[in-house]
């Protein structure tokens, strides 16, 4: 078992940036895939990006391509997203999550946070 914790989210203005922190503890975070995904109130979950075990590839949506970064520190058990130029319709509850699988996998991850919400004000 993994537990996700995800922190950092905030009230912010257009335009403004914000770090999500996503913190693991169990399992050895460091052999998994690690995403992130955001859900606004009536849609659908979105993916937004997500990283490779060793950190070395990376992939994002569509929608947020150019804005922001996933990272980790697997010494840490630490997973991040840098959000920069922030726009109204990035508000949402924004999720980690994880699991043993490869990056390409196109199954569900395993291991979810509790969330965390971003709302990004116009």
């Known amino acids: 078992q993994v537990q996700l914790r995800e922190s950092g989210g905030a009230l912010v203005q257009a335009g403004g940036s914000l770090r999500l922190s996503c913190a693991a503890s169990g399992r050895t975070f460091s052999n998994y895939r690690m995403g992130w995904f955001r859900q606004a109130p009536g849609k659908e979950r979105e993916f937004v990006a997500a990283?490779?075990?060793?950190?070395?590839?990376?992939y994002y949506g569509d929608s947020v391509k150019g804005r922001f970064t996933i990272s980790r520190d697997n010494a840490k058990n630490m997973g991040y997203l840098q959000m920069n130029s922030l726009k109204p319709e990035d508000t949402a509850v924004y999720y980690c999550?994880?699991?043993?699988?490869?990056?390409?996998?196109?199954?569900?991850?395993?291991?979810w946070g509790q969330g965390t919400q971003v709302t990004v004000s116009s």
């Open positions: 990283i490779s075990w060793s950190g070395t590839s990376t």
């Open positions: 999550a994880t699991d043993p699988r490869t990056l390409g996998s196109r199954a569900e991850y395993d291991y």
